[in-house]
């Protein structure tokens, strides 16, 4: 059974740093792996998608890597600002489970300016 | 273009009560997707559609819940009777595809069994 993890939970960082998100899967047998940003009250938005046979995706200050036969993925945000505090998920389409979206805790940030 | 759209925002109702929850898929999106949010167990899966056909509903908790597409621009999901662990965020996303293409959601209902 796929299951999803981020660390750390929470993160709290200045402004203008960069940082790193983590996303671990532990089938590698998935179809796309997804990156997502909830903020309060609201629905999911997606940032990026990286199908299985890519290594990452990028866009604007955000790059998404995807390592499969680790079971890893990382989103690196650039140059922090206040307006990306939310919570970022991390969720997979496992190729067993059929079209299914398995999703991680998530990670909430926080920037501070 | 608008997005996913789901109706109510908030709905409160004592247990016992049958709660519908509404959802219209952007349009020309061929899946549509039902999660729940809680803090103790996240995003689940509820079912999904394909073309209007229930393809996995595995992730139906009970009985209680049932799902429907009557067609491409509408969905329902039902409770029926409603119980204060049914509290939760419900979220609607549709899509073009499964395996390449983003899921996109909607802002949820906020749904408080007391």
């Known amino acids: 059974k796929q299951e999803v993890t981020q660390i750390p939970a929470a993160l709290s960082v200045p402004e203008g740093e960069n940082l790193v998100l983590n996303c671990s899967f532990t089938?590698?047998?998935?179809?796309?792996l997804q990156w997502f940003r909830q903020d309060p009250g609201k629905g999911l938005t997606s940032l990026l998608l990286?199908?299985?046979?890519?290594r990452e995706q990028t866009s604007g200050r955000l790059n998404a890597s995807l390592d499969k036969s680790s079971g890893r993925s990382t989103l690196y945000i650039a140059a922090s600002q206040p307006g990306d505090s939310a919570t970022y998920l991390c969720?997979?389409?496992?190729?067993?489970?059929?079209?299914?979206?398995?999703f991680g805790q998530g990670t909430e940030l926080s920037v501070k300016p | 273009d608008a997005g996913v759209i789901q109706s109510p925002r908030h709905e409160v109702t004592e247990m016992g009560q049958e709660v519908t929850l509404r959802c219209k898929p952007i349009?020309?999106?061929?899946?549509l997707f039902w999660y729940r949010q809680t803090m103790m167990r996240g995003l689940e899966l509820l079912i999904y559609?394909?073309?209007?056909?229930?393809?996995?509903d595995s992730g139906m908790p009970e009985d209680r819940f049932s799902a429907k597409m009557p067609n491409a621009s509408f969905s329902t999901l039902k409770i029926q009777p409603s119980e204060p662990r049914d509290s939760a965020v419900y979220f609607c996303?549709?899509?073009?595809?499964?395996?390449?293409?983003?899921?996109?959601f909607g802002d949820g209902t906020r749904l408080s069994i007391l």
């Open positions: 969720a997979v389409v496992s190729g067993n489970q059929g079209g299914k979206l398995i």
């Open positions: 996303a549709s899509s073009l595809g499964t395996s390449n293409q983003p899921q996109h």
């Open positions: 349009s020309g999106h061929d899946y």
């Open positions: 990286i199908q299985s046979s890519q």
């Open positions: 559609f394909n073309n209007n056909v229930p393809i996995d």
């Open positions: 089938d590698s047998a998935i179809y796309n």
